[in-house]
């Protein structure tokens, strides 16, 4: 934990401000800052995602308003990193996330034989056989409407199995359609741009069904504002 604090003269009096740096989980750290009344007036997260709250307060120390400030556009869950699994699972009950048919988690090292994950320790897997295919579905989440985008991730061959044709949908449209690069390593790319008409959008990852079994595993899902 971090204290701070900063003292500053002002024309009319002194306030003081106090920030306390916490360590909120592994992954993200929250700073609470006070006000010399002690009332709590900014929170700011670490992550790209969190943005900052402030809140306002009246004369009368009432507090009038809450504000969400810088909050960036994020994908929920796109790393699947949550649940832990073991090995891997087909359709785990995971936040924010929806799988159907041959679709799941897979760990680093597990039964899947892919190669190391892009980020964390586990990745999506999304496969094809007996002319089915599965796929997940993740959210994006805090857009800004007219704001152009663009959603990006990593993704690989199963080793030893053909390759699947992979197809991304946003909201329904394909914005991706082509198999991953290659079995021995995970590769990133963009996928099409798309300006936001609402604040949120539905990504899809989706096998090509196929007569064979082929997979596919995709990580990292992220979401960047284009200028
Ligand atoms: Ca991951």
Redesign the pocket.
């Known amino acids: 934990m971090q204290m701070r604090c900063t003292a500053k003269a002002a024309a009319f009096g002194i306030f003081v401000s106090l920030s306390l740096t916490v360590s909120a989980t592994a992954s993200e750290t929250v700073r609470n800052t006070y006000d010399a009344k002690g009332r709590l007036t900014n929170v700011d997260g670490s992550n790209s995602g969190s943005g900052s709250r402030v809140y306002s307060f009246d004369k009368a120390d009432n507090r009038t308003r809450m504000q969400n400030t810088g909050a960036g556009a994020t994908v929920l869950n796109g ?3 949550n649940p832990a699994v073991s090995n891997y699972a087909y359709n785990p009950s995971a936040p924010d996330l929806v799988f159907y048919g041959g679709a799941g988690i897979a760990q680093n090292g597990g039964a899947w034989g892919f190669p190391a ?7 999506f897997f999304i496969q094809a056989s007996g002319n089915t295919a599965g796929y997940v579905e993740m959210k994006a989440v805090r857009l800004t409407v007219g704001q152009r985008y663009q959603f990006a991730f990593a993704s690989a061959q199963r080793p030893g199995f053909p390759a699947n044709n992979m197809k991304i949908y946003i909201d329904g449209n394909l914005v991706w359609d082509a198999p991953p690069d290659t079995a021995d390593r995970f590769t990133p790319h963009p996928t099409q741009s798309f300006i936001a008409s609402k604040d949120t959008a539905t990504i899809r990852f989706a096998a090509t069904p196929t007569s064979y079994d082929s997979s596919s595993a995709v ?2 899902v992220s979401v960047q504002p284009l200028n």
């Open positions: 790393d699947a990193e994950p892009w980020s964390g320790n586990q990745v990580d990292a």
